[in-house]
């Protein structure tokens, strides 16, 4: 497994949109949960999308980004497209890499920062009013 490299952060206006990449070699088709989290100055990490890479099936949205972020996966690289940006989405991105992980209720991958053991470097997004 490699290591993980966000890219495609910037600066956009409200509005605007990104398309965040994270390079994962080994990762995608394998048995893995895979994710974008952010972190804003002074706020806790958030999972924002998870996708379990096996298949690619998408396993969670934060509601803040339902129906402006899309994740998605090709050939060793994970995306995040965002659209509509919003101020408050101003924040450090990061990609995440962990085992295949099925809580009690049946829940795949979930949001939370655990089961992701495995991180980039992240990439900043800064979205101006």
């Known amino acids: 497994l490699g290591q993980l490299v966000e890219s495609g952060g910037g600066s956009v206006q409200a509005g605007g949109s990104l398309r965040l990449a994270c390079a994962a070699p080994?990762?995608?088709?394998?048995?893995?949960?895979m994710g974008w989290f952010r972190q804003a100055p002074g706020k806790e990490r958030e999972g924002i999308a998870t996708?379990?890479?096996?298949?690619?099936?998408i396993t969670y949205y934060a509601d803040s980004v339902k129906s402006r972020f899309t994740i998605s996966q090709e050939v060793n690289t994970l995306y995040l497209q965002m659209n509509d940006l919003k101020p408050e989405d101003t924040a450090m991105y990061y990609c995440?890499?962990?085992?295949?992980?099925?809580?009690?209720?049946?829940?795949?991958?979930?949001?939370?920062?655990?089961?992701?053991?495995?991180w980039g470097q992240g990439t900043q997004v800064t979205v101006a009013s």
């Open positions: 996708i379990y890479s096996y298949d690619g099936t």
């Open positions: 080994g990762y995608i088709r394998g048995s893995y949960c």
């Open positions: 995440a890499a962990g085992p295949k992980t099925v809580l009690a209720n049946g829940r795949l991958c979930p949001g939370d920062v655990p089961p992701f053991r495995y």
